[in-house]
């Protein structure tokens, strides 16, 4: 009979590449991934991994079983599912991550919600980059995730795992507002112009403020800048949007920044909506939704987002 936690343990391999970084994540030690997987191999009587490099491969054999490894995991979730709705009442700890922007615009009137309406479950908020979150969810460090994406930066389809809209939100180019704008009051948005390219090449020249790289955020503005045909000359990179508009508000450069980024009206900053947006998503493990506790957390969710936001586009 093949262990099941060892079957998890190949599938963070095929996602990972390397044994360290699976060891990393799982919080085990090398040595200690090395072996299970090597019980693994005998439990399957034939190889499943091959050596190239520092890195590891995986069989035909072995990508097989991965397969194999995402259903079992999912019935597996679907079974616990089962098992807590059979409980009397929600209790214990949920695990939840989420992005800055949501979690001070959309997360505490869910958890208000939560807390009326099921007092003994203990949601327990992490904040997490959306890049990180799968493997977060994977290894269990997570039960439930706010993810987003952008137009120019969509979210790759991760195995094992499912995602659920929430809603949309539009952009704005953010700049040192005119000494005179004869259209609107500086720190008011205008509406989208019909060529987003041209917008955006207006500040060419301009230094730009991005978040840190390695973030959706910071790829979302330089692809944006790339494809109106320029690539930006970064000078700051900060990951909070009420610093980034307050470097704007300084004349120390332009920004790209979604709706809930913006917190308030300031006079020294010019905002226009920019025709491209920031989808939001609900993430959590395959077979996990009928979770009671993920599913009351979820239209907790859905219930706390403000009227003004779009729904998302279906599309990425």
């Known amino acids: 009979m093949l262990d099941v936690r060892r079957l998890r343990l190949l599938r963070e391999l095929a996602r ?5 970084a ?45 397969r194999h490894a995402e259903a079992v995991l999912e019935r597996l979730e679907r079974a616990e599912a089962d098992l807590a709705e059979a409980r009397t009442g929600l209790a214990g700890a949920l695990r939840v991550g989420s ?41 269990g460090d997570l039960d439930v995730a706010l993810v987003h994406e952008y137009d120019f930066v969509p979210a790759p389809r991760e195995p094992g795992l499912t995602t ?4 949309g939100e539009a952009m704005y180019l953010a700049a040192p507002a005119a000494p005179a704008a004869p259209t609107a009051p500086a720190g008011t948005p205008e509406e989208a112009g019909r060529d987003q390219g041209a917008v955006l090449r207006t500040h060419a020249e301009a230094p730009w403020i991005t978040a840190t790289p390695g973030t959706l955020c910071h790829a979302m503005t330089v692809r944006a800048c790339q494809a109106a045909g320029f690539t930006p ?7 909070e949007f009420a610093t980034v508009l307050a470097l704007v508000a300084a004349g120390q450069g332009v920004a790209v920044v979604p709706q809930l980024g913006i917190t308030g009206a300031d006079h020294a900053v010019g905002l226009t ?30 219930a706390a987002v403000p009227p003004e936001l779009a729904s998302p586009r279906a599309e990425a």
């Open 99 to 139: 992005f800055p922007t949501a979690t001070r615009a959309i997360v505490p009137a869910a958890l208000m919600a939560l807390a009326r309406r099921h007092p003994r479950l203990e949601p327990m908020v992490c904040e997490t980059d959306p890049a990180a979150v799968a493997h977060a969810l994977r290894a």
């Open 273 to 302: 909506r920019l025709l491209m947006e920031r989808r939001t998503q609900l993430a959590f493990r395959s077979g996990a939704g009928a979770h009671p506790a993920v599913a009351a957390f979820g239209a907790a969710l859905r």
């Open 164 to 167: 659920e809209p929430l809603y």
């Open 16 to 20: 990972r590449g390397t044994i360290a």
């Open 233 to 239: 000359r970064v000078r700051h990179q900060v990951d």
């Open 22 to 66: 699976v060891a990393e994540a799982l919080a085990f030690s090398p040595s200690a991934v090395s072996q299970q997987l090597g019980v693994l191999e005998r439990e399957a009587g034939l190889p499943l991994l091959e050596r190239t490099g520092r890195r590891v491969r995986l069989t035909p054999a072995g990508e097989d079983l991965v």
